[in-house]
């Protein structure tokens, strides 16, 4: 077995406290109209889907 030396206890805590933070690059133009575009696209479909669930229940 090993024995855990203060030191390297120390060593290893204090690493995981300074960890470097991943960053994450910024957005491109082209990627907020990607995202911008697919967000769109998602709400008008789920409006669509609920104006034809709404129309499939009326009684005719």
Same mark, same amino acid.
């Given at each position: 077995m090993t024995r855990n030396h203060p !030191?390297?206890? /120390? &060593?290893? !805590? /204090?690493?995981?406290?300074?960890?470097p933070v991943e960053t994450k690059?910024?957005?491109?133009? +082209?990627?907020?109209? @990607? @995202?911008? &575009? +697919? !967000?769109?696209r998602e709400r008008l479909k789920a409006e669509r889907l609920a104006r034809e669930a709404q129309q499939g229940h009326r009684p005719r």
């Open positions: !030191e390297s206890r /120390a &060593l290893r !805590e /204090a690493n995981r406290a300074f960890k690059k910024p957005m491109t133009d +082209h990627a907020k109209a @990607q @995202q911008s &575009l +697919h !967000e769109n």
